[in-house]
């Protein structure tokens, strides 16, 4: 029996033991906004935050996630509303086909947590861990950028 | 988890130490550094006393994936995994590590030199897990400089040269020099140390210790003939001397 918080909700599941925790959170509880890509860790469409830490879904068996607070793109917006993060990747068009986004959007979450006023190197840096297929990398650091000034002004 | 997910192993069992506290932790011992086997990569990235007593540790750390993999990717994990073109490893042989392993019937001690075996492969044996991996931290004022070609930050590195440099009255007096990603394990480079021990660390003298890396017997594989390979190991052993000459 797996016992987990997923987005302050908590669920609790008999999974098999072999299931990764992108397949649970897709398959089991039905939040298709964490994306599978390489599913071997590199992509990083999969990122979700674990714990308050980003890790690659695909790389954590579903049962390692047992009593463990887990935050995925679903929970970002609020009552329809976007957070500032995602209004910034919105305004300044940080996105295109949209696959990678989930993934960007979790790992910037963790980064402007940590740190509120990074500089530019230091979103490519977090972000070297995500692939874009539609080399929308400037605008998803103009995006970051953007969120990081909004969220001080807050 | 990859080669799970690539059916390359399949294993009957696999047993988590994700949630084994106690094999999480840095702390400074009489003469080393004993860093636990579930360490975080990312707590080690972002320790002060990894920083101040293993500043060549703090810096190979950085390359190791990226900071989604750091989160949960620890120490004992890259060592037990040996990949021949990891930065850990070829940090544990810079160092001459030592690795602390226990089964059920007790413990024992490895250094690093007798612990890699080959690609992927070390000296444990089935029943046996790695607790503690020790460092000897060199003294205060040391150089040291890890330097790596990847095809892209973050991937894995084709090749990479680590050192470790004491300098005192100009001259060296103590000096590491490893090679990853070039043999089938991280190698020290015995005949470049050579050169450069009780030497004057001229740019001539680094050049001829670099050259030495121009024969290696070193891996092939389809992108990266060995050829290749021994240009990047004379190429990052002399940017690597360079580097971690005090400035």
């Known amino acids: 029996m797996l016992s987990v918080t997923v987005n302050g909700r908590r669920h ?17 509880l039905g939040l298709t906004g964490t994306h599978l890509g390489c599913e071997h860790g590199v ?10 830490r980003t890790a690659r879904a695909c790389l954590m068996l579903a049962v390692q996630s047992d009593g463990q607070d887990v935050s995925t793109v679903e929970g970002l917006a609020s009552d329809g509303a976007l957070n500032a993060l995602q209004q910034s990747f919105w305004d300044q068009h940080g996105l295109q086909c949209g696959f990678c986004t989930p993934g960007v959007l979790m790992t910037l979450t963790e980064l402007l947590r940590e740190n509120a006023a990074p500089t530019e190197a ?33 | 988890m990859p080669m799970l997910n690539f059916r390359v192993a399949s294993p009957a069992h696999v047993v988590d130490l994700n949630r084994v506290a106690g094999l999480a932790y840095i702390n400074e011992e009489a003469g080393h550094i004993a860093i636990g086997a ?7 990235e972002t320790s002060d006393l990894v920083a101040r007593r293993l500043p060549l540790l703090a810096a190979a750390i950085r390359l190791v994936g990226h900071r989604q993999t750091r989160n949960r990717g620890t120490i004992g994990g ?30 024992r001690s490895l250094r690093m030199a007798d612990f890699a075996k080959g ?44 050192t470790l440099i004491l300098i005192s009255n100009g001259r060296v007096e103590n000096i590491s020099l490893t090679l ?9 480079v015995l005949a470049a140390e050579k050169i450069l021990r009780n030497a004057e660390p001229t740019l001539a003298r680094i ?22 390979r021994q240009k990047l190991a004379v190429t990052l052993t002399r940017r690597a001397l360079e580097k971690a000459l005090p400035r």
């Open chain 1, 43 to 52: 992509c990083g469409a999969c990122t979700v935050l674990v714990g308050g």
């Open chain 2, 38 to 44: 579930m360490t975080r990569q990312r707590d080690i």
């Open chain 1, 122 to 154: 230091q979103v490519r840096d977090a972000l070297s861990g995500h692939l874009c297929r539609c080399t929308g990398y400037h605008n998803i650091v103009v995006a970051a950028m953007d969120a990081a000034e909004r969220l001080r002004g807050k």
């Open chain 2, 119 to 162: 690609p992927l492969t070390t000296a444990l044996t089935s029943d046996e897990l790695i607790t503690e991996l020790r460092f000897r931290p060199w003294s205060e004022g040391h150089g040291h400089a890890f330097v790596e070609f990847a095809r892209r930050h973050g991937d894995f590195a084709v090749a990479s040269a680590a």
């Open chain 2, 180 to 188: 990853g990603g070039v043999g089938p394990v991280p190698i020290r």
């Open chain 1, 12 to 28: 609790e599941r008999t999974v098999e033991s072999r299931i990764s925790l992108a397949d649970f959170l897709r398959h089991d």
């Open chain 2, 207 to 228: 050049a001829e210790a670099a050259n030495c890396c121009a024969n290696l017997e070193a891996l092939q594989d389809p992108l990266y003939p060995a050829w290749y």
């Open chain 2, 78 to 107: 890259s060592l037990a995994h040996l990949d021949p073109s990891a930065e850990l490893p070829a940090v544990a042989v810079a160092f001459d590590a030592e690795i602390q392993v226990r089964n059920q019937d007790g413990g």
